[in-house]
């Protein structure tokens, strides 16, 4: 009981600085409760900077990125924290998405560039970004958690058996909202602020919507796409229920910016931008690795596997994921350094702290030696008896997991981890050819122009159709019109 009264004593005593953390809100001019100053907030933003870039990667063209700071730079001039400097970012990822750090830190991927199709639409997203920054909806999403976090905590000091949970710091605590939002109030928010912006520069706050329509294109596409291929989708990035050209409140706080456009007509500058990203990446690039159809070629670090059959497969910057179809079975590989000449089963049993495995054996393939066996996996459905590789690749090993949901199934699919693994090979000439990255080409349509055509001519391997279509905002049956610009893939 003595000790329960004095750790009550002592959270009292932070209470007052807690809430006597008021501050006024850069954009409403209100006062409000923030559990961070402005120079914390820099702080937070300033060292989250740097896992963001290790994460991603820049994209490496320094003209692109000139001229992504260019038009972040003049929105963030007219915006309610022009005293900032901010920071824009083109990140060297297939994601399309858009994102901010508290004290101005903003970021575009180029997989979302590749689907915008004016300044004016890219003027939209970093708007709408800065909106985030300049409305501090990263300290004030910050704030109410550590809120609840008190509630918790107080909880905790009464009930003790509440004490054990893991507490996060702001940059796990922003990764939810950087992926997904911060919320529909915030991001309405964000999007009347953007179009203010845009409308103060001379741009057309309707780009907003646009953009919000690529989003939801791109969100209708995925939804289809899970459907066909068996597997659960994520959903959208956005928060609109409906389409956005039917969405009232969306509709409300973008009209809201147009009184702001006082001479001439608002800019959009289609043309500017296409010659812009002519050339620009899609989807994988060399430093991530190649995916094609069921083959995957990484060129800079020499090798390439096959997955199975009709398996999709993610490329993420730490590993790669092959999920089945029906989304019944699922193989991860990553690769680890290899710092002690140790053989691939000791490396099982010391690294991955592996220490029983069942029907273990050598594998040898392609002039590569690993070890292989069975073991229980924890998965989402509980505990599943998995296959593990480790394959060793010059000085790196190379560990593929594979778990499969249905036990039914779980010896056919064995057969396809344990060949997955043994495919590991090094790249030969021929396929270093075909481990190139491809690019966006701007064209010209001529009359009769259709994206079936387009498409039988198209390198990429799935879904060409469609995603010519999504590229130029045409989605679902959409066609070019005669002499118009349009994107390409070669």
Not at 122 to 132: D, F, Q, T
Not at 136 to 154: D, K, N
Request: proline share 4%.
């Amino acid at each position: 009981m003595a000790a329960m009264k004095k750790r009550l004593i002592s959270l009292l005593l932070i209470l007052p600085s807690l809430i006597t953390g008021c501050a006024v809100n850069p954009v409403s001019g209100q006062r409000e409760m923030v559990l961070m100053s402005e120079s914390q907030e820099i702080a937070a933003g300033r060292q989250s900077h740097p896992k963001i870039i290790a994460q991603y990667g820049i994209y490496d063209d320094p003209e692109l990125q000139a001229y992504v700071s260019r038009i972040g730079t003049e929105l963030a001039n007219q915006s309610h924290r022009s005293g900032l400097i901010y920071r824009f970012t083109v990140l060297d990822s297939t994601d399309i998405n858009a994102f901010a750090l508290p004290g101005g830190y903003i970021y575009i991927t180029r997989g979302l560039l590749a689907y915008l199709n004016s300044e004016a639409e890219l003027a939209a997203v970093l708007g709408h970004e800065i909106g985030h920054v300049t409305a501090r909806h990263g300290v004030r999403q910050q704030t109410a958690a550590t809120a609840a976090g008190l509630g918790y905590t107080i909880a905790s000091i009464l009930i003790p058996e509440l004490g054990n949970g893991a507490t996060s710091d702001l940059y796990g605590l922003l990764s939810n909202a950087l992926l997904s939002g911060y919320g529909r109030e915030h991001e309405l928010e964000a999007d009347r602020l953007g179009a203010e912006y845009l409308a103060r520069t001379g741009s057309d706050p309707q780009a907003m919507i646009a953009v919000i329509s690529v989003l939801k294109n791109q969100d209708e596409f995925g939804r289809q796409q899970a459907q066909a291929e068996g597997r659960e989708h994520q959903g959208y990035h956005g928060l609109f229920s409906s389409h956005p050209t039917h969405d009232t409140r969306l509709q409300q706080v973008v009209a809201q910016a147009q009184h702001l456009v006082v001479d001439g007509t608002p800019t959009i500058n289609r043309e500017p931008f296409l010659n812009q990203i002519d050339g620009l990446v899609f989807g994988d690039s060399a430093a991530q690795g190649i995916r094609r159809g069921r083959n995957f070629y990484h060129p800079d670090m020499g090798f390439g596997l096959t997955f199975p059959t009709n398996w999709a497969i993610k490329n993420l910057p730490d590993r790669l994921i092959a999920i089945a179809n029906n989304g019944d079975a699922q193989i991860t590989l990553r690769v680890d350094d290899i710092n002690r000449r140790i053989d691939p089963q000791q490396f099982i049993i010391e690294r991955l702290g592996i220490k029983h495995l069942t029907q273990g054996k050598v594998i040898s393939s392609h002039g590569l030696q690993g070890y292989t066996g069975l073991t229980q996996l924890k998965t989402a459905q509980g505990k599943r008896l998995g296959r593990v590789s480790v394959v060793y690749f010059d000085q790196q090993a190379f560990i593929f997991v594979g778990a499969a949901v249905n036990e039914a199934q779980a010896i056919e699919i064995d057969k396809l981890f344990l060949s997955t693994a043994k495919s590991l090979h090094r790249l030969s000439n021929a396929e270093r050819k075909l481990a190139q990255p491809l690019h966006l080409k701007i064209t010209t349509a001529s009359a009769g122009s259709r994206y079936a055509r387009f498409a039988k001519q198209s390198p990429i391997d799935s879904y060409a159709e469609q995603q010519l279509r999504l590229l130029n905002n045409h989605y679902p049956t959409g066609e070019p019109s005669a002499q118009s610009r349009i994107k390409i893939v070669q």
